[in-house]
T-cell receptor, first 115, second 113 residues
Framework: DTEVTQTPKHLVMGMTNKKSLKCEQH?????MYWYKQKAKKPPELMFV???????INESVPSRFSPECPNSSLLNLHLHALQPEDSALYLC??????????????FGQGTRLTVV | AQKVTQAQTEISVVEKEDVTLDCVYE???????LFWYKQPPSGELVFLIR??????QNEISGRYSWNFQKSTSSFNFTITASQVVDSAVYFC??????????FGSGTKLNVKP
């Protein structure tokens, strides 16, 4: 199983809503990532988890709150988002963060629209 | 500081043509890896190839080949006999510590039947 599964695939939420994005992998990977991708732009790193601990936060606003309940799951909790947060949110995983030659496997993403 | 440049914004070819995607990576690091990822309309980023900074040999895998020249910081990727299914956005992605990928701006490839 070489898949990273993200749910939901599409999400529309109001600015006062609270929602969560979910990501799951069963490849035994110990590193997981959240990326944000605006239309016609490259993905931008948001968070890195290594062995279930947050190791990198790329100065992301606190209205995005990541959580890694176990080595297979990664959540992104959303609260009080703005319309400019509308984007494709991609989850990825890799074997570890410690080796430079390790590729990341990406999910299909959640297309988020904030209204 | 590091900079990755994909100067080709969009390329259109007819099926069965060969196409080369260009990437220039400027860095002071001496050890690094470069990756190419493909993003079809479905959104998922698909890993294609990787190359380390010490290996400048050309490589071929099926219809894909790649060439890395450290002296010019160029890491080019060629698709031979392109197919409609190759239509996607292709990202060059250098990798740094903590497995962080810095994606280039991407090249959109349109393969027409």
């Amino acid at each position: 199983d070489t898949e990273v599964t993200q749910t939901p695939k599409h999400l529309v939420m109001g600015m006062t809503n609270k929602k969560s994005l979910k990501c799951e992998q069963h490849m035994g990977h110990r590193a997981m990532y959240w990326y944000k991708q605006k239309a016609k732009k490259p993905p931008e790193l948001m968070f890195v988890y290594s062995y279930e601990k947050l190791s990198i936060n790329e100065s992301v606003p606190s209205r995005f709150s990541p959580e890694c309940p176990n080595s297979s799951l990664l959540n992104l909790h959303l609260h009080a988002l703005q319309p400019e947060d509308s984007a494709l949110y991609l989850c990825a995983s890799s074997l570890t963060t410690g080796q430079l030659n390790t590729e990341a496997f990406f999910g299909q993403g959640t297309r988020l629209t904030v209204v | 500081a590091q900079k990755v440049t994909q100067a080709q914004t969009e390329i259109s070819v007819v099926e069965k043509e060969d196409v080369t995607l260009d990437c220039v990576y400027e860095t002071r690091d001496t050890t690094y890896y470069l990756f190419w990822y493909k993003q079809p309309p479905s959104g998922e980023l698909v890993f294609l190839i990787r190359r380390n900074s010490f290996d400048e040999q050309n490589e071929i895998s099926g219809r894909y080949s790649w060439n890395f020249q450290k002296s010019t910081s160029s890491f080019n990727f060629t698709i031979t006999a392109s197919q409609v299914v190759d239509s996607a956005v292709y990202f060059c992605a250098p990798q740094s510590n903590f497995n962080k990928f810095y994606f280039g701006s991407g090249t959109k490839l349109n393969v027409k039947p």
